[in-house]
């Protein structure tokens, strides 16, 4: 019989430990695609954040190492700088990369390590429990923030596509969503895209994908992914940022 | 042949000489001349070279290189050192080896930029949070810094375990002739078969990880770094003695202040006074044996142990000589070194 599917291969047998109704998921597979189709198998070293994606090492079926709370931009710096030959990329959550880690993920772009980020912005910290983050928007409920983020008590959400476009060592910055089938072939095509870049040794790729979280937003998946549609969209424009094509 | 060469240089290439390929690194005083050193001198010998935005990142590219294989190093002072314990704890964890040296500097706080010892704690006791060890080192000159640092690669590669080089700002700023070893023949170290090179595959892939989630993983992996330590010590254990064998007072420092003290005994001995040293060259593992050797001795009336804090090192001689014999303590800090005579002047009076 012939074989019409398969799960990649650079995706292991674990089961994944992500909420019914998490992107998470999605996010891997479409990385872990991206990577087989690429040819990246046998020369790829991954980083996983803390977070919920802590156990990423698990899932991607490829040398992978832990790191730090918000560090993976500068471990993964270590890992390209003394083996220039692998793949190296990044896999972060919202608080890991643009709170307790912005001045790694700000340096490394700004250095222009030839290393891919996947950035999930779910604007909530997910592991702990629901609690604000740097990408909460205004308005939405958190744990820390009972009444709905308010700019004046709790800061203003970051975003981190068109901050990190201002600088010149970035190649690749795109903004994709997974709320539907579509955006999901559209988010698989800027991985893709970033992962060449690092391919071609063009310079720091950087690729955001809005998540959704309905654990901890109280709400249902599919009420979550339409979340994703509206308010998250709307505040986070999807789209390429930022371009190098020389 | 000798070359006259600063501390910090003679550091950067003695390390290069050793294998180290790699750097990341943080400007702080007084240990600049090891970055500086290196940002040109790597790239001669295709290494790489990175100056990091902080501390915090200088560590997790060291922890990601030296995860992937590499031999590289970092270097700081103090509170670039404090800055690193996190990531420290990370390496420990996840049993990376590689080089850290630290030119300590005066503090608490932001301190001074003098030569001071007060970080010996947080080097030999384990600085960042959970149980590990470093193995670490307290040289005492230009020459032992670059013997050390030389070797350095080797044994954290043997044990899988980060070591320490505890200098001072004195040893990182002076100059002395220095014999500089070959370069080390890197096509024959033996394949780091743990390191995340990249050509992990299914179930071969290799993961560098300091999570442990179970319980009994996470008790089941500190009982065996435990082992890990117990061999360091009974192998790795280093120190010197001078003028023990008929002492009757027996002087203990380390680094820098071992000089100073050295020179004290030649003082005292010249005034007839029976006066003798023990140098710890490994403060972590620390010669307990040797201390508690000395202790045992009937000539041994008392130790003094001088520093350059308000007393840390001295907890480990008492822990070692196990209350056989009492021990005093000498000791300037703030960056304020002491003289060879203030050490005479102390031990005459009070000893």
Same mark, same amino acid.
């Given at each position: 019989m012939a074989v019409v599917f398969e799960k990649t291969k650079m995706l292991t047998d674990a089961p994944l430990h992500y909420c019914p109704g998490c992107t998470h998921g999605i996010a891997h597979r479409l990385v872990a695609e991206v990577l087989e189709e690429i040819g990246a198998e046998g020369h790829v070293v991954g980083v996983a954040p803390v977070g919920c994606a802590v156990f990423a090492y698990n899932y991607f079926n490829c040398d992978m190492q832990e790191a730090a709370h918000g560090r993976a931009p500068a471990v993964a710096t270590g890992i390209k700088r003394v083996t220039p030959q692998n793949i190296v990329f990044a896999y972060q959550g919202d608080g890991d990369l643009a709170s307790i880690g912005m001045a790694e993920i700000v340096h490394a772009a700004a250095r222009g390590e030839k290393i891919t980020v996947i950035f999930i912005n779910n604007t909530i910290y997910g592991m702990t429990g629901g609690q604000m983050a740097p990408t909460t928007l205004i308005g939405e409920k958190a744990t820390t923030c009972i009444y709905g983020r308010d700019a004046e008590k709790n800061g203003n959400p970051i975003k981190m596509c068109e901050l990190l476009a201002t600088l010149t060592g970035p190649s690749y910055i795109e903004r994709v969503a997974l709320y539907d089938a579509a955006h999901v072939r559209m988010a698989k095509k800027a991985i893709k895209k970033a992962?060449?870049?690092?391919?071609e040794n063009r310079g720091f790729s950087f690729i955001e994908i809005l998540s959704s979280c309905p654990t901890n937003w109280g709400m249902t998946p599919e009420q979550a992914l339409a979340f994703v549609k509206t308010d998250m969209q709307n505040f986070y424009p999807l789209g390429v940022f930022k371009e190098v094509t020389e | 042949m000798k070359e006259l060469m600063k501390g910090n240089e003679a550091i950067a290439e003695a390390a290069i000489r050793g294998g180290c390929r790699a750097f990341f690194g943080y400007p702080i005083t007084p240990q600049n001349e090891i970055p500086e050193y290196m940002s040109w001198r790597l790239f001669e010998v295709g290494g790489t070279f990175v100056q990091?935005? =902080?501390? %915090?990142? =200088?560590?997790? #590219?060291?922890y990601g290189a030296c995860g992937a294989g590499a031999r590289a190093m970092t270097s700081s002072s103090s509170p670039g050192i404090s800055l690193m314990q996190e990531g420290i704890s990370y390496i420990c964890c996840a049993q990376v080896p590689c080089v850290i040296v630290n030119m300590v500097r005066g503090g608490p706080g932001l /301190? /001074?930029?003098?030569? *001071?010892? @007060?970080d010996y704690f947080q080097a030999t006791k384990g600085g960042g949070h959970g149980d590990y060890h470093m193995i670490v080192y307290g040289p005492s000159s230009v020459q032992e810094c670059v013997n050390i640092m030389y070797e350095a690669f080797d044994v954290a590669d043997k044990y899988r375990v980060p070591v320490m080089i505890l200098g001072d700002g004195m040893l990182g700023q002076i100059m002395e002739p220095v014999e500089l070893p070959p370069m080390k023949d890197l096509s024959n170290l033996p394949k780091k078969e743990w390191a995340t090179d990249g050509t992990g595959k299914g179930k071969d892939r290799r993961i560098i990880n300091s999570l442990l989630i179970n319980p009994d993983d996470l008790e089941a992996h500190n009982n065996y #770094? !435990?082992?890990v330590y117990e061999e360091i010590a009974k192998n790795e254990t280093r120190y010197e003695e001078y003028m023990t064998e008929d002492a009757e007072i027996v002087l203990t *420092?380390? @680094?820098? %202040?071992a000089r100073i003290a +050295? =020179? *004290?005994v030649n003082i005292m001995r010249a005034n007839g006074m029976k006066v003798g040293l023990i140098r710890p060259i490994t403060v972590y593992p620390f010669p307990n044996k040797a201390y508690k050797d000395l202790a045992e001795k009937a000539s041994v009336k008392e130790f003094v142990c001088v520093e350059l804090s308000v007393g840390q #090192?001295?907890?480990? %001689? &008492? !822990?070692a000589t196990e /209350? +056989? &014999?009492? %021990?005093?303590?000498f000791g300037r800090n703030g960056g304020n070194v002491m003289s060879p005579e203030d050490i005479v002047a102390y031990v005459t009076k009070e000893a």
């Open positions: 992962f060449t870049h690092q391919v | 990091a935005e =902080s501390e %915090v990142a =200088s560590i997790n #590219m060291l /301190g /001074g930029i003098q030569p *001071a010892q @007060g #770094m !435990l082992t *420092a380390y @680094g820098t %202040v +050295k =020179s *004290a #090192m001295i907890e480990d %001689v &008492k !822990l /209350g +056989k &014999k009492p %021990v005093k303590f």
